[in-house]
């Protein structure tokens, strides 16, 4: 039945795109972008709108697109959004926007993600954006160049401030950079924020730890900031506390994949030579896919396999992440549970594991996985990824007067982003714990607002 269906966009077949690492698809034609927008109902309350964490106005910038008003499109979608070409890309739309769609229920849901992508890179090609502005004589210090760091630093850049980055790394993007890999989201759209920043008159000192050693007390202090953010992200790799976790060939999920993604690219590959053939990577959410994704694309790599102690339907990956890994040639084995590792001269050689089964419900409402008395499975492997989640890092809060944080290491803020120091914002994971980019993006704006609001 007309309008049942999605558009068809090209993506590139499975065994082509497992020896690259360029994007599974480069998104809509004009034609198609148009044909989709047109499937939109422009519902009177819309649903989607609703299930955005930023309330993009989205039956406003499709009626644009139908007509090929993509400068009117990008204008509306610029009013709630600075990161409009990633959020587009990387949001889980399937549980927000998209998963809300009154098409949804009988048929495919509009191609929301889809649509905005396609303004927001013809935006990036078509528009020239003005950069200068008067500086008002204002002075803000952002620690952590992430996408929270990012949003709030553009905000504040375009009333005029004076914007200094301290990042620990040598580069803009935090996870975007680090993470998310480059068949995800491209590599370039990450960097043209960098030079975007930079044509803002943005400030940076890269390779700079705020913590113990370079205090936030003696930053703010001493260079005379008027107010300051914190966008630190939340990145410490949980670990399994198990048996020959040390050994050689174990990484955490942050360590494996910054190795790969921020490799040279050589042509459309990316190489890490020390990964061997097997790779076993431990956990079932979107971090576990994009490993896996990772290993798979690895020239010497013969096979990728996840281990997850509950059974795929508990698995808190989206779909298509799960969908795409599966096509891509990846083994699940489920109800499996890694209890030891095993190496010869202090290199992994294998994974002994546990056969699980599903007992009551815990505190997430998901059956808890328990130990079968099934004898133990052991996998040969030559690396093995834990991607078990990530918590907040503790330092800044430890070493600086007054910050205060939650147990878990989160920087406890109000309405405003601010923390209970005065003058000192925070947002994005390290406020809220590991989340999204666009609630990352959501918590700069937020807070820029209100620094605006307090030194204007
Ligand atoms: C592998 C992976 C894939 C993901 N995929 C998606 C996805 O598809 N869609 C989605 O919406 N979300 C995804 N996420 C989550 C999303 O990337 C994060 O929620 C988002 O990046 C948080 O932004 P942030 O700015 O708060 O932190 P981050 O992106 O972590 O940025 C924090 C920055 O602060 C810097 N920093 C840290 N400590 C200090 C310090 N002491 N001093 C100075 N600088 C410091 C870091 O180097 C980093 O640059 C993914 C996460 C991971 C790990």
Same mark, same amino acid.
């Given at each position: 039945?007309?309008?049942?269906?999605r558009?068809k966009?090209y &993506?590139?077949?499975?065994e082509?795109?497992?020896? +690259?690492?360029?994007?599974v698809?480069?998104?809509?034609t004009k034609?198609?972008?148009?044909?989709?927008?047109?499937r939109?109902?422009?519902?009177k309350i819309p649903?989607?709108?609703? !299930?955005?964490?930023?309330?993009n106005?989205?039956?406003?910038f499709?009626s644009?697109?139908k007509n090929g008003n993509?400068?009117? /499109?990008?204008?509306?979608? %610029?009013?709630?959004?600075l990161l409009s070409?990633i959020c587009?890309?990387?949001c889980?739309?399937?549980?927000?926007?998209?998963?809300?769609?009154v098409r949804g229920?009988?048929?495919?849901?509009?191609?929301?993600?889809?649509i905005?992508?396609f303004?927001?890179?013809?935006?990036?090609e078509?528009l020239k954006e003005?950069?200068?502005k008067?500086?008002?004589?204002?002075?803000?210090?952002?620690?952590?160049?992430g996408?929270?760091?990012?949003s709030?630093?553009?905000y504040?850049?375009?009333?005029?401030?004076?914007?200094v980055?301290?990042?620990?790394e040598?580069?803009v993007?935090g996870v975007l950079?680090?993470?998310?890999p480059s068949f995800?989201?491209?590599?370039?759209i990450?960097?043209?924020?960098?030079?975007k920043?930079k044509k @803002?008159? !943005?400030?940076f000192?890269f390779?700079? %730890?705020?913590?113990?050693?370079?205090?936030?007390?003696?930053?703010?202090? +001493?260079?005379?900031?008027d107010?300051?953010?914190i966008?630190?992200?939340?990145?410490?790799?949980?670990v399994m506390?198990?048996?020959g976790e040390?050994?050689?060939?174990?990484?955490?999920?942050?360590?494996?994949l910054?190795k790969?993604?921020?490799?040279?690219?050589?042509?459309d590959r990316?190489?890490?030579?020390e990964?061997?053939?097997?790779?076993? &990577?431990?956990?079932?959410?979107n971090?576990?896919?994009?490993?896996?994704?990772?290993?798979?694309?690895?020239?010497?790599?013969?096979?990728v396999?996840i281990?997850?102690r509950?059974?795929e339907?508990?698995m808190? !990956?989206c779909?298509?992440e799960?969908?795409? /890994?599966?096509?891509?040639g990846?083994?699940?084995?489920?109800?499996?549970?890694?209890?030891?590792?095993i190496?010869?001269?202090? %290199?992994?050689?294998q994974?002994?594991?546990a056969?699980m089964v599903?007992?009551?419900p815990? /505190?997430s409402g998901?059956r808890?996985?328990?130990?079968?008395n099934?004898?133990?499975?052991?996998l040969?492997?030559?690396?093995?990824?834990?991607?078990?989640?990530?918590?907040n890092? #503790?330092?800044?809060? @430890?070493?600086? #007067?007054?910050?205060? /944080?939650? #147990?878990?290491?989160?920087?406890?803020v109000d309405?405003?982003?601010m923390t209970?120091?005065?003058?000192?914002y925070?947002?994005?994971d390290?406020?809220?714990?590991?989340d999204t980019?666009v609630? !990352?993006?959501?918590?700069?704006?937020?807070?820029?607002?209100? &620094?605006d609001?307090?030194?204007?």
């Amino acid at each position: 039945m007309v309008g049942m269906e999605r558009t068809k966009m090209y &993506i590139q077949e499975p065994e082509k795109r497992k020896n +690259n690492f360029s994007l599974v698809s480069t998104g809509y034609t004009k034609d198609e972008v148009i044909e989709e927008a047109k499937r939109c109902l422009n519902c009177k309350i819309p649903q989607c709108s609703k !299930a955005c964490p930023i309330q993009n106005r989205i039956p406003e910038f499709i009626s644009e697109v139908k007509n090929g008003n993509f400068e009117k /499109a990008y204008e509306i979608i %610029k009013t709630k959004s600075l990161l409009s070409d990633i959020c587009s890309t990387v949001c889980p739309h399937e549980k927000q926007c998209e998963g809300s769609c009154v098409r949804g229920i009988k048929g495919e849901p509009v191609a929301i993600g889809s649509i905005e992508r396609f303004v927001s890179e013809w935006a990036n090609e078509n528009l020239k954006e003005s950069y200068t502005k008067e500086p008002n004589g204002k002075k803000i210090a952002i620690i952590g160049a992430g996408p929270a760091g990012i949003s709030c630093a553009l905000y504040l850049l375009s009333k005029g401030y004076k914007v200094v980055f301290y990042e620990k790394e040598n580069y803009v993007g935090g996870v975007l950079k680090w993470g998310i890999p480059s068949f995800r989201l491209s590599d370039k759209i990450v960097d043209n924020y960098y030079e975007k920043l930079k044509k @803002m008159n !943005a400030e940076f000192h890269f390779n700079y %730890k705020v913590g113990k050693d370079n205090s936030l007390d003696d930053l703010l202090k +001493n260079e005379g900031y008027d107010a300051c953010f914190i966008g630190i992200g939340a990145c410490s790799s949980n670990v399994m506390n198990i048996e020959g976790e040390d050994l050689k060939g174990v990484y955490s999920a942050d360590d494996f994949l910054s190795k790969i993604n921020l490799s040279e690219l050589k042509g459309d590959r990316r190489y890490f030579d020390e990964c061997g053939e097997r790779v076993l &990577i431990v956990g079932g959410g979107n971090v576990a896919m994009d490993a896996a994704r990772c290993a798979v694309r690895l020239p010497q790599v013969k096979k990728v396999s996840i281990v997850y102690r509950r059974t795929e339907q508990e698995m808190p !990956a989206c779909s298509i992440e799960l969908e795409h /890994a599966k096509e891509e040639g990846i083994e699940f084995l489920t109800l499996k549970n890694p209890v030891k590792f095993i190496g010869k001269d202090s %290199k992994l050689t294998q994974a002994e594991c546990a056969v699980m089964v599903l007992g009551e419900p815990d /505190a997430s409402g998901r059956r808890r996985p328990v130990e079968s008395n099934e004898d133990h499975i052991f996998l040969d492997v030559d690396t093995c990824v834990l991607a078990l989640g990530f918590s907040n890092e #503790k330092e800044i809060s @430890m070493y600086t #007067k007054d910050l205060e /944080a939650d #147990k878990w290491g989160c920087f406890i803020v109000d309405e405003n982003n601010m923390t209970s120091r005065e003058g000192i914002y925070a947002g994005g994971d390290a406020v809220t714990g590991a989340d999204t980019v666009v609630r !990352a993006m959501k918590a700069g704006i937020n807070a820029a607002k209100a &620094i605006d609001t307090k030194l204007s």
